[in-house]
Nanobody, 123 residues
Framework: VQLQAFGGGLVQTGGSLRLSCATS????????FAWFRQAPGKEREFVAA????????SYADSVKGRFTISRDNAKNTVYLQMNSLKPEDTAVYYC?????????????????WGQGTLVTVSS
């Protein structure tokens, strides 16, 4: 299983970014996915998750209403649309995959991780 996250960058407070997670080496339709983030000096934390079907999603309270996770089964890609970005959203963002139908929200639930993409939000 290979995951490659990209789309990070530098953006001003209130701006938007869309992260993408390209996947290979798996049957995409059999997996649920999640995004996590890790700020300097902090532990990796859950951001958003999506079920295998895409019908169920979950968000951290800190991003609810601002971020949207989605998946495109035709492109084997997972997205994270981030709007109304804040300086506290600054972190390296990772995508993760897990075989199964439902969504998962804990770091320990995932064994397959992408390399991360840096998002920096300036104030």
């Amino acid at each position: 299983v290979q995951l490659q996250a990209f789309g990070g960058g530098l953006v001003q407070t209130g701006g938007s970014l869309r992260l993408s997670c390209a996947t290979s080496g798996l049957t995409f339709d059999d997996y649920s996915f999640a995004w996590f983030r890790q700020a300097p000096g902090k532990e990796r934390e859950f951001v958003a998750a999506i079920s295998r079907s895409g019908g169920s999603t979950s968000y951290a309270d800190s991003v609810k209403g601002r971020f949207t996770i989605s998946r495109d089964n035709a492109k084997n890609t997972v997205y994270l649309q981030m709007n109304s970005l804040k300086p506290e959203d600054t972190a390296v963002y990772y995508c993760a995959a897990r075989y199964g139908s439902y969504y998962y929200t804990s770091v320990s639930d995932f064994s397959s991780w992408g390399q991360g993409t840096l998002v920096t939000v300036s104030s």
